[in-house]
């Protein structure tokens, strides 16, 4: 959902101002309370740092300045000489942080949030999933350190625990300060890890929880991970497909029941998105690609006089490309499914209809 459509210094202009435009014409926000929407839909921006997948020259950096993560650990996009030739030219080695790089980072996020705050939005989402820099920190298959951001599921998680207890320092009372974490399987041993570092950050007093997943090597938030490959020998419901990370949510709301939940990826029905409310699993959904297909979603699920069948928007996976394919490597389809959709955006900054794959 990465739309690109910044101008000319990296500032917001018209082309940006018509897609968001079109998505508060659809209704979106309309699924929190009256009292949001008498008083305009609040909109809360996602603040996020690469870290190592970052590529090469991208912002401020030379082609041959190097990206940072906790720890020196490069990204793992495919065996064979082809896949780590590629992943050096794109991305190479990152360097491990320094206490100063740490420094800088946590005070990055705070100055962003403060002027965001200072700009009139009315909240930030710390962005600590996907295989970002937080999630790097938090993961301890990238996060090697010994010192006292790694070694431990409670170290691993200081970096965001400063971040947001800085935030909460600078910004006013009202200005909400949520994150988003990946999920974890509950057969791999980080899931207790994770639980604990969600009982951490929820001691902070975060107003809320988007639950997601996935990386640049294994995509799960764009449907092109590593559970596409497991046997589908297991039968299951239409919502439980259709929510990616439903199991992980589940959990977390047995264990977390007075923190607010959001769950994203994969809801493409007026009916998956009703059973999980329902449910309780959780108390908000968030909605990526849909929305670009159809700015007007809300509205189409919330109209009662449009039939179940009609009530979604069901699409195809962008074809992978050959070379993804031959290479078996997740990161170029999931990157195919990324420029796609953001071609999509481009569509409706120009005025044109969106076209689904």
């Known amino acids: 959902m990465a739309e690109g459509l910044a101008d000319e210094g990296n500032l917001p202009g018209p082309r940006i101002s018509r897609v968001y435009g079109e998505w508060a014409k659809g209704g979106w926000g309309a699924l929190l309370t009256d009292t949001c929407q008498e008083n305009g839909t609040p909109a809360i921006a996602q603040i996020c740092h690469s870290g190592r997948q970052s590529p090469r020259g991208a912002g401020e950096r030379g082609l041959f300045g190097k990206t940072i993560a906790p720890s020196a650990v490069p990204l793992n996009i495919g065996n064979g000489f082809i896949a780590t030739f590629i992943r050096d030219l794109v991305f ?10 740490i420094d800088c980072v946590i005070t990055q996020f705070v100055d962003c ?8 939005f009315s909240g930030i989402e710390i962005h600590a999933a996907h295989g970002y820099l937080l999630s790097q920190f938090l993961s301890p298959r990238i996060n090697t350190r010994q010192d006292s951001y790694g070694g431990s599921a409670e170290r691993r998680a200081r970096i965001v625990i400063e971040i947001i207890n800085r935030i909460r320092s600078t910004v006013p009372k009202t200005f909400c ?13 980080n899931f207790e890890d994770t639980m604990a570092q969600i009982r951490l950050f929820h001691a902070t007093g975060v107003d ?3 639950i997601s997943g996935g990386t640049y090597e294994d995509p799960a938030m764009m449907g092109r991970g590593l559970r596409e490959e497991v046997s589908n020998a297991k039968s299951q419901s239409t919502e439980s497909r259709e929510a990616f990370f439903l199991d992980f949510a589940k959990e977390a709301r047995k264990r977390f029941p007075e923190l607010i939940l959001l769950l994203t990826g994969g809801f493409r029905t007026r009916r998956g998105i009703e059973t999980v409310l329902k449910d309780g699993v959780c108390d908000l959904v968030c909605i990526g690609r849909p929305a ?13 006089t449009y039939s179940e069948q009609e009530a979604k928007v069901v699409f195809s ?3 992978v490309p050959f070379l993804a394919r031959l290479l078996k490597m997740r990161m170029l389809g999931g990157g195919a499914e990324t420029k796609y959709f953001r071609e999509q955006i481009h569509r409706i900054a120009a005025g044109n209809i969106p076209q689904a794959p």
């Open 208 to 210: 809320f929880l988007e």
């Open 317 to 319: 996976k962008v074809p």
């Open 113 to 120: 949030a403060r002027i965001l705050a200072q700009c009139g």
């Open 177 to 189: 300060v949520g994150i988003k974490l990946n999920s974890a399987d509950h057969d791999t041993t």
């Open 292 to 304: 670009v297909l159809r700015p007007n979603f809300p509205l189409l699920i919330m109209d009662e």
């Open 92 to 101: 190479g080695t990152p360097k491990a942080m320094s206490q100063s790089d």
